[in-house]
């Protein structure tokens, strides 16, 4: 499977933003998640959506905040962006991950086999 992510921008604090990855190809990915990375940081998990039954996974730090959903007719998944805040500034990253991961690895990096491209996010004050 390939991945395209899109969408990311500079926007002003407390602004929205909605980030799409398309995806072409089989998939047997049992979950499709986004990621991010910011400057001297790690990548760490943002949310993540279960393919079959569309069940949902957020990161505390994005929680109420943050909508993940898929679109099969698409073949996109998208996170809605809501109140924005600085520390949200990173490089977006959509993910796909194994057939058989499970719920409690949905959020490790490690589950994910397939990476797209980053899309820039930058929040500003």
């Known amino acids: 499977v390939q991945l395209q992510a899109s969408g990311g921008g500079l926007v002003q604090a407390g602004a929205s933003l909605r980030l799409s990855c398309a995806w072409s190809?089989?998939?047997?990915?049992?979950?499709l998640g986004w990621f991010r990375q910011a400057p001297g940081k790690d990548r760490e998990f943002v949310a993540a959506?279960?393919?079959?039954?569309?069940?949902?996974h957020y990161a505390d730090s994005v929680k109420g905040r943050f909508v993940i959903s898929r679109d099969s007719a698409e073949n996109t998944v998208d996170l809605q962006m809501s109140s924005l805040k600085p520390e949200d500034t990173a490089v977006y990253y959509c993910?796909?991950?194994?057939?058989?991961?499970?719920?409690?690895?949905?959020?490790?990096?490690?589950?994910?086999?397939?990476w797209g491209q980053g899309t820039q996010v930058t929040v500003s004050s």
């Open positions: 959506i279960k393919w079959r039954d569309r069940s949902t």
């Open positions: 190809g089989r998939t047997s990915a049992r979950y």
């Open positions: 993910a796909a991950s194994g057939s058989g991961t499970i719920t409690s690895q949905a959020r490790s990096l490690e589950s994910y086999a397939s």
